[in-house]
């Protein structure tokens, strides 16, 4: 999913969970694809979750994934999704700085 | 409230909701204190879920309000919050000119 057919609803839905966009954050921490799904398993949640977060950011246009052998990397469309929604992303990527609460409140 | 205060999180659940997101838009295109809260019985909500809806807006510092008679004005913050959420309030004001569909789901 192109991040220019996302509507600001699936997007701010998407962003509005504290563990998809602590996900974003630490994706934004590392290189592209270089960070494997499997490297998520100390976020505070239920495999299937973890592995439905990372599908709700991959259809808003977030997250581009593609298999290397077991491992499933990730990269973050920083620059699409950036063109789509202006500054969105910065204050998910500012927001511990900010001194706001990330924990997982759902 | 002052948006300083204000967490990304509660931003983002405030303006998750496309009923409150058009009250924001409806503000917008008008002058501070020229619009009061009854003035918003089209939408398609309940009286209490409007009256919620506005005190959602105000608890994240998007809207300002003052008493006038009968009648509740109120007053975007649209400075103050783009201060504390650079970009976020544009998004929401953009967000019919970019097609989206902000009928309400709730």
């Known amino acids: 999913m192109s991040p220019i057919e996302v509507s600001l609803q699936a997007a701010l839905d998407a962003l509005g969970d504290p563990i998809r966009r602590r996900i974003v954050r630490e994706?934004?921490?590392?290189?592209?694809?270089?960070?494997?799904?499997?490297?998520?398993?100390?976020?505070?949640?239920?495999?299937s979750t973890l592995s439905h977060h990372f599908t709700v950011l991959r259809n808003v246009g977030l997250l581009e994934q593609r298999d290397e052998g077991a491992r499933r990397l990730n990269r973050l469309r920083r620059e699409e999704f950036e063109r789509r929604f202006p500054g969105l992303?910065?204050?998910?990527?500012?927001?511990?700085?900010?001194?706001?609460?990330?924990?997982?409140?759902?």
Chains 1, 2 share one sequence.
Not at 42 to 47: D, G, N, T, Y
Not at 98 to 105: A, F, K, L, V, Y
Request: hydrophobic share 35%; proline share 8%.
């Open 27 to 47: 994706l934004a921490g590392v290189p592209d694809w270089t960070r494997a799904c499997g490297t998520f398993s100390h976020l505070p949640v239920a495999k």
């Open 89 to 106: 992303l910065a204050l998910v990527l500012d927001e511990d700085r900010q001194g706001d609460d990330d924990r997982p409140e759902r």
